[in-house]
Structure formats: structure tokens, C-alpha cells
Nanobody
Framework: QVQLQESGPGLVKPSQTLSLTCTVS??????????WSWIRQPPGKELEWMGV???????WYSPSLKSRTSISRDTSKNQFSLQLSSVTPEDTAVYYC?????????????????WGQGTQVTVSS
């Protein structure tokens, strides 16, 4: 059973870069036909898919966030990370890392099977 765990600062100042890491257990981020996503949920709003990194390291991003988002990985630690630059209070949200059981890529948050517990990130001075 794949398990995911987010980690990172809970408070980020406006204009800074938000950085989160997802540690994966029970599976490898380099397994063929696997893909690993970041999804967020601002308060009172729906889940929003942010981007994904595939088993070969290729990345895809939501068009609305592409200019500010970067996803990378550390295969030695079986981790993948999110960086969101130039944050504003509108980036305040619970951030999740997630994966689908069939390893496919999807921008539909509710199609994901494996989820981390989520981590609250607040953007405030």
C-alpha cells in the first residue's frame, strides 16, 4: 500500500517561495507507469490539481500555475517536492501529495486513490 507524507513550513511570507516535500513509502517514485501529483484546497474552495512528476522525471503543470510552479524529485530518498514562487495570501491552502493506483496522470483531483494527510500552508506577513 502506497503511503504519502507531506512536510514543510506551515507559514510563508508573501512574495517568498513555498517549498514542500512528499515522502513516499510502499512504492517507488521511479516505478514504471507511476506519477506523483500535488493538489491543494484553499479554504472554502474546491480541490485544485497543481502538477505532476512522472516516473521518468518529466513534469506537467496546471496552466494557471505553470509560471510559478516547479516539481522535482530526489530518487535516493524516494521523495518529490513542490516549489511555488511569489506566493500571495490566495495561495493559503491545505496542500496534498497524491497518486493514482493505475499510475496515470490526471488533472481531476477526485480521481486520485492515494493521498497524504495534507499540510496547512498559510501565506501571511
Amino acid at each position: 500500500q502506497v503511503q504519502l507524507q507531506e512536510s514543510g513550513p506551515g507559514l510563508v511570507k508573501p512574495s517568498q517561495t513555498l517549498s514542500l516535500t512528499c515522502t513516499v513509502s510502499g512504492g517507488s517514485i521511479t516505478t514504471s507507469y507511476s506519477a506523483w501529483s500535488w493538489i491543494r484546497q484553499p479554504p472554502g474552495k474546491e480541490l485544485e490539481w497543481m502538477g505532476v512528476i512522472g516516473d521518468d522525471g518529466r513534469t506537467w503543470y496546471s496552466p494557471s500555475l505553470k509560471s510559478r510552479t516547479s516539481i522535482s524529485r530526489d530518487t535516493s530518498k524516494n521523495q518529490f517536492s513542490l516549489q511555488l514562487s511569489s506566493v500571495t495570501p490566495e495561495d493559503t491552502a491545505v496542500y496534498y501529495c497524491a497518486a493514482r493506483s493505475d499510475g496515470s496522470i490526471s488533472s481531476i483531483p477526485n480521481s486520485y486513490d492515494y493521498w497524504g494527510q495534507g499540510t496547512q500552508v498559510t501565506v501571511s506577513s
